[in-house]
T-cell receptor, first 114, second 117 residues
Framework: QQQVKQSPQSLIVQKGGISIINCAYE??????FPWYQQFPGKGPALLIAIRPDVSEKKEGRFTISFNKSAKQFSLHIMDSQPGDSATYFC?????????????FGAGTRLFVKA | DTGVSQNPRHKITKRGQNVTFRCDPI?????LYWYRQTLGQGPEFLTYFQNEAQLEKSRLLSDRFSAERPKGSFSTLEIQRTEQGDSAMYLC???????????????FGDGTRLSIL
């Protein structure tokens, strides 16, 4: 119940294309769903996050779509650029009753071809 | 730079030795978290502090691991009698938020990479 399942494991996209990464969760107590970007040798950096009372959130080229009934959420990267090549992690977190414990997916390695 | 700072960046030690890592969070952040990340995997939650109080610990945090945040500012993570399986990146994150407030964005440091010989 604590798992967050992420797919695909790796993704190759042409420059200018749309990158789509999907995640699914089981625990309905999760109330915060962030996405992180990580480059080699660096810590994860927060990209965008959503709470379950919203079905979509957009920030620049990044959009989260959230389907509460299906317990799924996804990240869309529009107009993908070579600089977007990194590992992306979805995550889910519970609030105070869950000790703000954040569960991460296994990651998606994105490569954007120039 | 006012981000989360972790020291040392790399630590190489022999099996059985004790190691201690330090995390300096963003100054106004009262929540602090420790995670462990192994190669090719996502970070795994270890523990969470609200100011100086350690309020949540993962079952991953065996009795060889101890974390402190004595004055609600910096934090240390100590591993005693290190084992080969302890080799990983240890990440620290911090966020705003009072004890009864909802989740807030977590800001990560660049981690301490531990290698056990």
């Amino acid at each position: 119940q604590q798992q967050v399942k992420q797919s695909p494991q790796s993704l190759i996209v042409q420059k200018g294309g749309i990158s789509i990464i999907n995640c699914a969760y089981e625990n309905t107590a999760f109330d915060y769903f962030p996405w992180y970007q990580q480059f080699p040798g660096k810590g994860p950096a927060l990209l965008i996050a959503i709470r379950p009372d919203v079905s979509e959130k957009k920030e620049g080229r990044f959009t989260i779509s959230f389907n509460k009934s299906a317990k799924q959420f996804s990240l869309h990267i529009m107009d993908s650029q070579p600089g977007d090549s990194a590992t992306y992690f979805c995550a889910a977190s519970r609030g105070r009753t869950g000790g703000f414990k954040t569960i991460f997916g296994a990651g998606t390695r994105l490569f954007v071809k120039a | 730079d006012t981000g989360v700072s972790q020291n040392p960046r790399h630590k190489i030690t022999k099996r059985g030795q004790n190691v201690t890592f330090r995390c300096d969070p963003i100054s106004e952040h009262n929540r602090l978290y420790w995670y462990r990340q192994t190669l090719g995997q996502g970070p795994e939650f270890l523990t969470y502090f609200q100011n100086e109080a350690q309020l949540e610990k993962s079952r991953l945090l065996s009795d060889r691991f101890s974390a402190e945040r004595p004055k609600g500012s910096f934090s240390t993570l100590e591993i005693q009698r290190t084992e080969q399986g302890d080799s990983a990146m240890y990440l620290c994150a911090s966020s705003l938020g009072g004890r009864y407030e909802p989740n807030q964005p977590q800001h990560f440091g660049d981690g301490t990479r531990l290698s056990i010989l």
